[in-house]
């Protein structure tokens, strides 16, 4: 059964450092999105990508954050200077349109 | 602000014992969707429903969205073990059409 994929499972890094976290989306989808969820909280929605731009971001997706499709296949997360505040599980997650998005298992950032 | 509170927050509960959860909102929801989330990992989506009133039965588990598309329960039937976790309720379409609004979630423990 497809299924997202992300990488790395976990990275730790130092504050002020740059982070790339990268999915692989269910390849037919069309809509992608990044989550994040800090420890004992709830999920929440950061950006969503269609036909290659940014359609809908929150007020955590500041100036730090970005967003890519570089090939057709992954999607990854940037954040330029990270904080210690950023410590959180970042999920991806794909969807074809309305009814449902499959998210991918996580990669859970450290910042220190 | 739109959201989706849900309730309990926390049940714990006899093997083959039936429970139910709900997820409230003051918002119209174009549609509803229930997740599942063990620790660590990524949410599983269980269930999307769509129509006001709509019944889907996956197993031992029955979703009904709420005739007037603000509300939805989750009713599990004989629990056991195994249905231990996290369920969360996300609503689609509301204010956003790409952005998920989240419920808490409901942590659920099933004891043999």
């Known amino acids: 059964e497809p299924e997202v994929t992300q990488t790395p499972s976990h990275q730790v890094t130092q504050m002020g450092q740059e982070v790339i976290l990268r999915c692989v989306p269910i390849s037919n989808h069309l809509y992608f999105y990044w989550y994040r969820q800090i420890l004992g909280q709830k999920v929440e929605f950061l950006v969503s990508f269609y036909n290659n731009e940014i359609s809908e971001k929150s007020e955590i997706f500041d100036d730090q954050f970005s967003v890519e499709r570089p090939d057709g296949s992954n999607f990854t997360l940037k954040i330029r200077s990270t904080k210690l505040e950023d410590s959180a599980m970042y999920f991806c997650a794909s969807s074809r349109g309305t009814g449902g998005a499959f998210f991918g298992q996580g990669t859970r950032l450290t910042v220190v | 602000t739109q959201l989706l509170e849900q309730s309990p927050q926390f049940l714990s509960i006899q093997e083959g014992e039936n429970l139910t959860v709900y997820c409230n909102s003051s918002?119209?929801?174009?549609?509803l969707q229930w997740y599942r989330q063990e620790p660590g990992e990524g949410p599983v989506l269980l269930v999307t429903?769509?129509?006001g009133g709509e019944v889907k039965k996956l197993k031992r588990l029955t979703f009904q969205f709420g005739d007037a598309r603000k509300d939805s329960s989750l009713h599990i039937t004989a629990a056991q073990p195994g249905d231990t976790g996290l369920y969360l309720c996300a609503g689609e379409g509301g204010r956003s059409n790409y952005q998920l609004i989240w419920g808490a979630g409901t942590k659920l423990i099933i004891k043999p």
């Open positions: 918002s119209v929801f174009s549609s």
């Open positions: 429903v769509v129509t």
